[in-house]
């Protein structure tokens, strides 16, 4: 080839072809680590370590993982104000009201549903047949009463006044809710009124229901019905009633209580307190009892303060 000729097509291949070998030969610099694919081989086999992907493993997810992957990582169980929103409120309850009893209850023999531990011993009874009962269950609270009084009077409510609650402070003593103009004394600051009686509706409107102590005590939140929450015997004598607990609270884990019925009676206005040492014609209401929801519902692991 004679200087200044122009190479043929054939030797310029053979010189790209020593330079393609030679490039390959010593290895590609870092700057090049991407191929375009049209240079790769079809039979070439490509592997990639799953490392690489940025996406963490669940089990490592933590607080810098993407949002997806840290909501998966955490546990029902462990979910905390720190956990985000969406696995707070998909968490399941951890409500821990104890199982309890749950009596049928129909208006039929109703006290025969509670075994003997649910039994209360009553202080200044009407008569010696006067008999009250109180359980509850993870969703509802149970109470009922037996007295000559629901027979002679269908208008003579049972009251219970309970302060329920997570936390319970000292207690302060407070008034009840006035009926038959009479205004019982409560010994703690109640947070909810169940009064209930055999006959709900006098003619002005239902009277059975969870009150609330706003407006002493007049705002019913709450209206309990008969034959669904309220429960009176064919003889007059026996009313029962269940209240939710969303009723009272939502999952109090404490409850003090005191009930009586208001008998309106000169000399006898109220009758079959709870506790026995409950004294709802004093102002400072006497005894109640201190119950740990969380723990078996037999009376005698109440603790009467």
Excluded at 138 to 165: G, I, K, L
């Amino acid at each position: 080839m004679h200087e200044g000729a122009t190479p043929s097509y054939a030797t310029r291949m053979r010189k790209t072809s020593w330079l393609l070998l030679a490039f390959l030969a010593l290895g590609c610099p870092r700057r090049m680590e991407t191929i375009d694919a049209a240079f790769i081989p079809p039979d070439a086999v490509v592997r990639v370590d799953a490392a690489s992907f940025d996406t963490p493993a669940t089990q490592d997810a933590g607080l810098d993982a993407p949002s997806d992957a840290g909501a998966d990582a955490f546990s029902p169980l462990d979910v905390g104000l720190d956990a985000p929103e969406d696995a707070r409120r998909d968490a399941p309850s951890l409500c821990t009201i104890s199982i309890g009893g749950s009596p049928r209850l129909d208006g039929t023999d109703d006290l025969a549903e509670y075994p003997v531990a649910q039994r209360l011993t009553l202080g200044a009874p009407l008569n010696a047949g006067d008999e009250a009962a109180i359980t509850w269950n993870a969703t509802h609270f149970f109470a009922t009463f037996v007295s000559d009084a629901f027979r002679d009077d269908a208008f003579e409510p049972v009251h219970f006044y309970v302060e329920a609650s997570s936390i319970l402070l000292a207690p302060v003593a407070s008034a009840g809710k006035e009926y038959a103009s009479l205004t019982a004394g409560v010994p703690f600051s109640a947070t909810h009124l169940i009064a209930v009686r055999r006959t709900s509706d006098s003619g002005s409107g239902g009277y059975n229901g969870v009150y609330s102590p706003a407006g002493s005590w007049v705002t019913r939140t709450t209206p309990l019905s008969t034959g669904t929450d309220v429960f009176a015997s064919a003889d007059g004598r026996t009313v029962s009633v269940r209240v939710p607990w969303s009723a009272l609270g939502g999952c109090p884990t404490r409850m003090r209580l005191v009930a009586h019925l208001v008998h309106a009676e000169v000399a006898n206005e109220w009758k079959a307190t709870v506790p026995s040492t409950h004294t709802p014609w004093m102002a400072s209401g006497g005894g109640f009892y201190d119950i740990d929801l969380t723990g078996d519902p037999a009376v005698s692991g109440w603790l009467v303060r």
